[in-house]
């Protein structure tokens, strides 16, 4: 018998003579369902059966909250949340005197964390993700693309990129966004950096004339259709609050100061205390958010479901698990009193969980091998956890969900094969569009999925066969609806054939 395309129904009647009642089930992250199989073949044929679920949907309330409205993202820098006792430069945000406004918020009892929820697990985006503006890059993009430079944007430079991004995904599904940048309006363009002293301006959070707009914190500038696109001083966030005129998505980046990337050069005088230094950088930055946060907070903008998550770019030190970087939500669908979520985060989970919140498909740009894993979970859009542990049930919307179900094996004496007919049943309520992929992970040893269309390349794990599933002809798989797949498998041993699947809407291979 001749092996079919996975995109056609396999029309052989298949008998199955002996279940398998020891079926497994995994809860799946990202877009992706495990069916395992363990199969005993004798000469012609053995069969069994095998069930598992693709990505089980969240548990939602009696009553689900309204989605989530307007988001707003504040970017800091170069401080870890935790970090080892050794470690003494730069100091870490948790319990430092100089950050009373950031440790409020996560202080459960205190009223400035009442709508607060905060991650302890939050790692770096990937092994080697360093300096800052690959971090950026990657919270645009899932990816920093092996570029790790903190130069202003410039093809010669390898850090300008034509590639699926947030923002560019915003502008296709319509829906407005916007970025602020503090002191963009000293620099020639958004694309170039500029620092000095002002005579005629006073910064009115620190109330010197210094200024410093660095590009490297500027993620849309290092993507070709955003470069230019949507870019404000920070000045005009707060009249477009008042005035309702924001984006859905606002992406606001303070200056080098207020950011806590850099000390003022006398120093800064914060609540009766004189830092200098690294302190003089938290001092700044957080008497920044002490005052901004506030102004978001008391808008219709925030008050209607408004969320504000305050991020951080990079750990310092070194990037294995000892070392968190802080990463705050904000929001009245925040799960709130400041809440410790102790789920393994990274900057793919923001971007998951934007394209989550917009209804975008996840991003997918490959990922350097050397970047891929992290801390035992997949740094990848599609397999990194979202943020929805941070909120109440249902205010994240739930990924879609489906089923996998497989029949018995099949030999095939002229060809020496195995033949499996599975099937992937919509289990959700939205629409499932194509393309879908079925992937066939952790193979045993001895067996090859003969029609395979590739092996994946960017999604973890590497290597892991797939074939293309065809939904029909109007490329959508309907909830309740049912495709079917033909597997086709060499095994010359005789071994049970052992293996799991995942059902992926990202392209598994570049």
């Not at 969240?58 to 820098?77: D, L």
């Not at 700044?284 to 808008?299: C, E, H, K, Y």
């Not at 996840?362 to 956890?385: K, L, Q, Y």
């Not at 797939?466 to 005789?494: A, N, Q």
Request: hydrophobic content about 35%; aromatic content about 10%.
């Amino acid at each position: 018998m001749k092996s079919k395309s996975a995109s056609n129904t396999m029309k052989t009647q298949l008998r199955i003579t002996r279940p398998n009642n020891n079926n497994h089930l995994n809860d799946a992250a990202g877009f992706r369902g495990f069916l395992l199989g363990n199969i005993r073949r004798k000469a012609a044929l053995l069969a069994s059966v095998a069930t598992g679920v693709l990505c089980v949907a969240q548990t939602s309330p009696a009553h689900p909250p309204q989605g989530i409205g307007t988001v707003f993202v504040i970017a800091m820098e170069n401080h870890n949340f935790t970090q080892p006792p050794t470690q003494t430069n730069p100091q870490p945000i948790l319990g430092n005197p100089a950050a009373p406004f950031m440790n409020s918020l996560i202080t459960p009892g205190n009223p400035n964390a009442a709508q607060v929820s905060y991650a302890t697990a939050y790692f770096n985006s990937g092994t080697g993700v360093h300096p800052s503006e690959p971090n950026y890059v990657w919270a645009e993009a899932g990816s920093d693309f092996g570029v790790h430079t903190d130069a202003d944007p410039n093809p010669a430079n390898n850090n300008v990129f034509d590639v699926p991004h947030l923002t560019r995904q915003l502008n296709a599904a319509g829906i407005p966004w916007k970025n602020y940048q503090e002191d963009v309006q000293f620099a020639t363009s958004a694309i170039h950096s500029a620092s000095g002293t002002s005579a005629t301006f006073i910064n009115p959070y620190y109330r010197t004339g210094q200024f410093n707009y660095a590009v490297k914190h500027n993620p849309m500038a290092f993507f070709t259709d955003t470069q230019l696109q949507n870019v404000y001083p920070l000045a005009q966030l707060f009249d477009d609050l008042t005035n309702n005129t924001i984006g859905r998505y606002n992406w606001i980046t303070p200056n080098q100061f207020n950011d806590a990337h850099s000390a003022l050069s006398s120093g800064f005088t914060y609540q009766g205390t004189h830092y200098t230094g690294d302190q003089a950088g938290i001092a700044q930055g957080d008497n920044f958010l002490s005052i901004v946060v506030p102004q978001i907070m008391a808008t219709p903008a925030y008050q209607n479901n408004g969320v504000i998550i305050i991020w951080w770019d990079e750990t310092e030190g070194g990037d294995d698990a000892s070392r968190a970087i802080p990463e705050f939500v904000i929001s009245p669908l925040a799960k709130g009193n400041g809440y410790a979520s102790s789920v393994v985060f990274s900057h793919s989970s923001d971007l998951k969980t934007m394209e989550e919140i917009f209804g975008l498909p996840n991003v997918n740009n490959p990922i350097p091998a050397s970047e891929t894993n992290n801390f035992g979970s997949f740094n990848n859009v599609a397999t990194a956890n979202d943020l929805s542990d941070l909120f109440v049930s249902g205010a994240i919307p739930a990924p879609a969900s489906a089923s996998v179900t497989g029949e018995g094996f099949v030999f095939h004496r002229n060809t020496q094969t195995y033949s499996q007919v599975v099937h992937i049943r919509n289990d959700g309520t939205s629409p499932i569009p194509e393309p879908l992929w079925l992937t066939v992970d952790n193979l045993s040893a001895n067996a090859t999925l003969f029609n395979a269309d590739g092996a994946t390349a960017v999604l973890a794990p590497l290597g892991s066969p797939y074939v293309s599933v065809s939904v029909g002809g109007d490329g959508i798989l309907h909830p309740h609806e049912v495709k079917t797949v033909h597997l086709e498998f060499l095994d010359p041993s005789g071994d049970p054939i052992t293996y799991a699947t995942r059902v992926l809407d990202v392209t598994p291979a570049p």
